[in-house]
């Protein structure tokens, strides 16, 4: 049994976790839930010593654990699998594999063969279809992730830890996930889980503990926990209607794309109303992120026609793409589009100085102040102040602050390449409420998301793609999860025309 | 088949074409004519640049730089050329001994207190710098003939230069072919990504800085023992070449990829580009011109192909 007693976590001014007390049981599934920042990560992450906590203690089969690196915590059996990634892409799937014990000659060379087969088999074992000696940077991120887990999962660990490790997983492979682990539970492990996906807290989960800014505020069986309650535990208020009502679109089409070709893309062809919101569906690595980077001039494209507001475009450079007046929120937030170590007022306004009214050249600092406090208040980003370093900030408040960084610039089109990834339920509901204000602006919105209830929610229209082509175009009423997920795994909906 | 693909995927090919080629412009200008004794001789000649730019390979491997191997080199070129009137088990034991020191002091500073590698090492190099001038004033010593004659000599089949030569490519080869070489390219590709997989990142990234000492200690001793004295300036001229080296020899500066035999066909290069100077008729003093130029055109032409990946994504 893994036992957490009174840990305590205060990071600056922040307290992190509060006395915090559970045991998670062998052959159980515990989920955490809360919103972003209310610790769970911090908890997981003491547990995996990445962070050392100020009090309390854990204890791992009645023994203390103390560990102050991820390789002590390996060495008692607790590995952990994080949203952020610990593959090394430069590196092939055998070499990340097998890092740390990968079979030696006896003057200490790698055995080359040995350790690909030895991958080999356990990519087969866990029924991942990748090759061992493919470089795991060129892998889609959803593969990435399948294989750390499993890089965790084959080190046979006494406790498994996974930290929105769900979030870059397709339907899929979640179910890919759900029998693996079984399998471990069925072995007798202690599995902890952390995701903001609700079904699949009720998927996975024996038992749920909810947190609140730090403090843990109620442990139930999971059965025994409505969705609306936990909701309530972790915001403190009800869940309401999660997506917010919708305008209608306009008439007028902003957007139309033909025949777009790319050496993902074939023929991609829609067009997009001002106001409108188009979702775009379909299974993990369909060519969804391509298609909005294409429209962004950060994927090269072969063919095909871009006509945005009656002109026809083909941007050869981002910049160009948004003197244009598109926006694009990419998925891995961390790599692209924030300056961690900078301030939030810094990165909102630095896309927008050359509109800020500047005599003489110099920016009024006291405008520009205005703005962002504004901005702050308005999106709810729970910080210190202005001058906090983003990287101070939770993943869903970066988030906020990355999307307020473009809505500033009153983009016509903005492309979101699935900005709601490992973002807690609270701040979900918040960035849908800035999406649709945007929409109800005349903004044309083209959303993916691999939450296919955030499609629903938020979408008019959306088109689910297979392997870089339309397969099915929803409109209104039709927008269904489970037209969607028919259209994405190959079966047409009911009366749909073949 | 198999052999094809796997000089198609070899990161040392690149290199190893360019210097073949290079080689064989200079056997052109020779009029055909390339004895082994010329070859032994550009052996001998590339020796000490491919174990000093061995040693920087390793450093670069882990996205680090080491500006202080040359003056490394002086140290050992003048302890041994001091001690070895005392004998040569001494005089080789201090000019090693004085490298891994060196080599572990660089590698305390940056891997375990993480101070800035250009600054640690840009700070060491003047304090070797200095360290040689007091050991040996000026260029001299005795270093014994027969040493010399050994080292540099024709004997049996293949001549001992050449063999030693071969025997660094293997010895780079041999480390990263073992769990430690795996790491240093884990480290130089995402060293917080290599620490959460459990690698010892701080042991690791010293590894290699004091390899990178030892490995330069032995080519200061080579370059000593080569031309029978100790110089407290000669590693000077090895500073820039060592970096050189590793650049020409495929390996990016952020660390992370390349091949050590690449490294030394690198050093190779460089050294032919230096006798293509003699047939041109220009001075040796153009030598360190030409090693800048060369060091900005490899960096320049490796960031316009990341330049066009990236524009033309797969």
């Known amino acids: 049994m893994l036992r957490v007693q009174d840990l305590d976590k205060w990071f600056g001014a922040t307290h992190a976790v509060r006395d915090v007390s559970f045991d998670a049981l062998p052959a159980s599934v515990l989920g955490l839930v809360g919103e972003n920042g209310a610790g769970k990560s911090t908890v997981i992450k003491m547990l995996a010593g990445v962070v050392t906590p100020d009090s309390g203690q854990m204890l791992l089969d009645g023994a203390a654990l103390r560990v102050a690196s991820p390789r002590e915590a390996l060495a008692r059996g607790v590995d952990s699998v994080f949203q952020e990634l610990a593959l090394i892409d430069n590196l092939t799937v055998a070499e990340n594999l097998l890092l740390l014990d990968a079979p030696q000659r006896p003057w200490r060379s790698i055995r080359r063969r040995a350790a690909r087969q030895a991958a080999t088999e356990i990519l087969s074992r866990y029924e991942l279809e990748i090759r061992s000696d493919d470089r795991v940077g060129d892998l889609p991120l959803g593969r990435r992730q399948m294989l750390e887990i499993v890089r965790a999962v084959h080190r046979d660990p006494r406790v498994l830890l996974l930290d929105e490790a769900t979030s870059a997983l397709g339907e899929g492979e979640v179910r890919w996930l759900v029998r693996l682990v079984q399998r471990l539970r069925a072995q007798g492990k202690i599995v902890l889980f952390i995701s903001h996906r609700w079904e699949e807290i009720t998927t996975f989960c024996d038992r749920v503990a909810v947190m609140r800014n730090g403090a843990l505020v109620h442990i139930a069986e999971a059965a025994a926990l409505p969705q609306e309650q936990a909701v309530e535990l972790m915001t403190g208020h009800g869940l309401g209607d999660a997506y917010p009502s919708r305008a209608a679109p306009r008439r007028e089409t902003l957007l139309s794309v033909e025949g777009l070709r790319s050496a993902v893309l074939r023929g991609v062809s829609f067009s997009l109303a001002a106001g409108e919101v188009l979702g775009l569906g379909g299974l993990v690595g369909q060519g969804q992120s391509e298609l909005m980077r294409a429209l962004f001039a950060a994927h090269r494209l072969d063919g095909g026609r871009i006509v945005l507001r009656g002109q026809a475009m083909r941007p050869h450079r981002p910049d160009q793409a948004i003197a244009a007046g598109i926006a694009y929120v990419p998925q891995e937030r961390k790599a692209e589009g924030l300056f961690l170590d900078k301030s939030i007022g810094f990165n909102m306004t630095y896309a927008l100085l050359d509109r800020l009214p500047a005599p003489a050249g110099l920016i009024r600092r006291g405008h520009e102040r205005g703005i962002v406090a504004d901005a702050i208040a308005r999106l709810r980003i729970r910080t210190a102040g202005p001058g906090a370093p983003v990287r101070s900030l939770s993943g869903g408040n970066q988030q906020k602050v990355l999307l307020q960084k473009w809505l500033l610039t009153r983009p016509a089109l903005l492309l979101l390449d699935d900005v709601t990834r490992g973002v807690d339920i609270g701040t979900k509901q918040e960035i849908y409420a800035i999406i649709r204000e945007a929409a109800a602006a005349g903004t044309g919105i083209i959303l993916y998301s691999t939450d296919t209830t955030e499609l629903v929610g938020l979408a008019d229209t959306v088109l689910v793609l297979v392997e870089g082509s339309i397969r099915r175009q929803l409109h209104g009423a039709e927008v269904t999860a489970a037209a969607i997920v028919d259209a994405a795994i190959g079966r047409e909906a009911e009366g749909a025309p073949g | ?314």
């Open chain 2, 1 to 314: 088949m198999r052999l094809v693909e796997a000089i198609r995927r070899s990161e040392a090919t690149g290199p190893t074409a360019m210097f073949l080629v290079l080689l064989a412009v200079v056997i052109a200008l020779k009029g055909g004519r390339y004895s082994l004794f010329d070859a032994q001789n550009l052996a001998a000649n590339v020796l000490p640049l491919a174990l000093v730019g061995l040693g920087q390979y390793f450093v670069i491997l882990v996205r680090g730089i080491d500006l202080s191997l040359g003056p490394v080199m002086s140290v050992s070129s003048c302890l041994a050329a001091v001690l070895f009137p005392y004998g040569a088990v001494p005089a080789i034991a201090a000019a090693i001994a004085g490298g891994v020191a060196a080599g572990i002091g660089n590698g305390l500073l940056v891997a375990w207190l993480d101070l800035s590698p250009v600054i640690v090492t840009l700070a060491t190099m003047s304090v070797w710098q200095g360290v040689s001038l007091v050991v040996l004033a000026t260029p001299g010593g005795t270093i014994p003939a027969g040493l010399q004659m050994a080292l540099t000599a024709a004997t049996v089949v293949v001549p001992v230069p050449i063999l030693l030569l071969i025997a660094t490519a293997l010895f780079g080869a041999w480390v990263m072919s073992t769990r430690l070489g795996l790491h240093l390219r884990a480290i130089g590709g995402d060293a917080g990504a290599a620490e959460a997989s459990g690698v010892r990142v701080r042991r690791q990234r010293f590894a290699a800085y004091a390899l990178a000492g030892t490995l330069a200690a032995l080519g200061g001793l080579y370059s000593a023992i080569a031309t029978s004295a100790g110089s407290p300036i000669i590693g000077d001229s090895y500073i820039l070449p060592s970096i050189a080296a590793v650049v020409l020899g495929g390996v990016p500066l952020i660390g992370g990829r390349g091949s050590p035999v690449g490294v030394v066909m690198g050093a190779l290069t460089l050294n032919i580009i230096g006798s293509l100077l003699y047939f041109a008729n220009l001075s040796d003093f153009y030598q360190s011109l030409i090693n800048g130029v060369i060091l900005i055109a490899v960096v320049a032409a490796a960031a316009l192909r990341s330049w066009v990946w990236r524009a033309v994504p797969a």
